[in-house]
């Protein structure tokens, strides 16, 4: 296997540095990416953080897994790479400094921008070795997701691989053209996407149910003997509908990330800051809610929960 023109040789474990653009200052910016391959043939697993700079959850969760060295295989190859937007990182944002998101940048071009450059480095780099992968991610801005598999449960592969790191919830999610779940598709990998938490914040259940989950699914496909035994059956969900803000003022939410609502069921309330009036805000139709808005100041129409139904 070569990535960066480096060779890596079966039974061996090796960092390379991806060199991605320079700085206005010279400074090199590179992507470090853990190769690590069994001397016993088998498939590529990629797992991958920080493709938004600000989501840390999925960046703490491959940290641990590479300090713990959960990554070794017993066969096959992964590469392991913790934050893909350096750029968004030292930045605490999610996208790059032109204000480019690089998961709406796919495949990239070798003279485009800086998100563009990074998704190209990706797509010549890492891409054609993998066959599957596993982008790990968190809500954005304050919004947490509970811990989840997105994937297109159509295709009965993911479906099965979805089953196998069986998150709390698993959503059929469609392709979104440009991200890079949807280009490393193209290309045949099967991509599983994980979000956990919120970003620029820990979420220890989320962290611990990314690395409990990618232990399962590196057990299924070979490469280890071993992985935690899930502690909740997965929830699937079709289809998913954003509640939003009846009106502007302070968020009080009545329901936590993860919880069943039934019909009907009063979630929270929008409540005047000169407590004149209080909105209720209800699920129409019962449902999980996987997504969860943690800002206390909303304005009329901002998104507050993400509810989630089987159906
Ligand atoms: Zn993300």
Redesign the pocket.
Known sequence: MKINKENIAPGEEKTIHLEVAKLPTRTAIDIPVTVARSETPGPTLLVMGG??GD?INGIEIIRRVLDNDLHIPKQGTVIAIPIINIFGFIHFSREVPDGKDV?RSFPGAKNGSLASKVAYTLMKEIVPHIDYCVDF??G?DQRTNYPQIRTVLDDSENAQLAEHFHAPVTINSKLIEKSFRWAASAKGAKMLVYEGGESLRFDEFAIQEGINGLLRLMKALGMRDDAPAPVQPTTIIQSSKWLRASASGLWIPKINSGDAVIDGQKLGYIASPYGDFREPIHAKKGGVVFGLNNTPIVNRGDALVHLGFPG
């Open positions: 493709l938004h989501e998961n991610h968190t954005g």
